[in-house]
């Protein structure tokens, strides 16, 4: 299966990622770039992004990416620094990039950046590489 192949078949059960309006922009084996708009029901209380929102949008891009070279991968670490809040109608960009893979575990990170292209997180994932690969069903 290719990357984008792989990413359909994740996208068809994935309803978080369905409901954070999530648009992809690029699918590749150990890469992704998923972009989206802040929505009024994604503030907290103090009217910025809930943190989990850009978590989620890095964390789907993980998962992408990491997906994208045909094994069954899964997150076992992950970590997010947020550097500058976010307000409704921000449209945000989570760019995935592999920086080390090895046979079982693969490290990734992903920036996230706003429409003025300012990095507003910082996201580290570590995934396990089961031996499972994916099949077109």
Known sequence: MTPSQITDKMMENDFFSQWLGINRIKDAAGACILEMTIRKEMLNGFGIAHGGITFSLADSALAFASNGHGRKSVSIETNISHIVPLKEGDVIRAEAIEENCTNRVAIYSVVIHNQKNEKVALFKGTV????????VT
Do not use: G, L
Request: glycine share 0%.
């Open 128 to 135: 396990f590489r089961t031996e499972k690969v994916w099949e």
